[in-house]
């Protein structure tokens, strides 16, 4: 079954977010980045991760365009943007409902690996397919049919 290839949920800020300067800290955008990068594979009912393989961050990068404040409704969005033999690049979009405001955007270089030895494995072709790269940004992928 072909799937869209951005995923996108919906959070609301927390209290908990915010740090002494009043809005969303830094490192929070690190964490919404990963739990995307968790929540879009299971939401994928034919992805099982192959046996002792993994995906490590070797490298995030996080643009901050405009601040996010408590309570704000802020759609997440991430896509596969390249797969590279052992490598893959996620991107991210952090988009506020209220004004329309992309508030941030962020990409992640992921390694998949072997566990047992830590050493870069291709990522499987079945893998790829359910995940297909995406070039584009968050607002201009079609709608699935």
Aim: a negative charge; hydrophobic letters at 40%; proline letters at 9%.
């Amino acid at each position: 079954m072909p799937y869209p290839p951005i995923f996108a949920y919906t959070i609301i800020v927390p209290d908990s977010a915010i740090d002494g300067y009043g809005h969303v800290n830094n490192v929070v955008y690190l964490q919404w980045m990963q739990d995307a990068a968790i929540r879009h594979p299971e939401s994928i009912v034919e992805y099982r991760m192959p046996e002792n393989r993994g995906w490590f961050a070797r490298e995030s990068r996080i643009e901050y365009l405009a601040p996010a404040f408590a309570g704000d409704e802020i759609e997440v969005s991430t896509w596969i943007a390249e797969y590279r033999h052992a490598r893959g690049i996620r991107k991210y979009e952090f988009f506020r409902k209220t004004d329309g405001k992309v508030i941030a955007k962020g990409e992640t270089l992921f390694v998949f690996v072997e566990l047992a030895t830590g050493r870069p494995t291709p990522i499987p072709l079945d893998m790829q397919a359910l995940f297909p790269a995406f070039s584009g940004q968050a607002g201009s992928a079609e709608p699935p049919s």
